[in-house]
């Protein structure tokens, strides 16, 4: 294997490990923001929600 091949090989690993990088800081962004939107959310329904579970739960336990 010649030398150009080599450095034309390691370039295109360098390029290739260059274009992976975003992909970290990505997925943090996407797991916060989900993380704030579940919390905003449960602020605002916390009420409603107890309220859903708390009749889901009666309706299981007394069928009648």
Do not use: C, F, H, Y
């Not at 579940?38 to 579970?53: G, Y």
């Amino acid at each position: 294997m010649s030398l150009s091949k080599i450095a034309v090989r390691l370039q295109a690993r360098a390029l290739a490990a260059q274009s992976d990088r975003g992909d970290i800081p990505g997925w943090v962004l996407i797991t916060i923001m989900t993380a704030g939107l579940v919390t905003l959310i449960w602020s605002v329904a916390n009420t409603q929600l107890k309220s859903i579970l708390e009749s889901a739960l009666n309706s299981v336990k007394s069928p009648g």
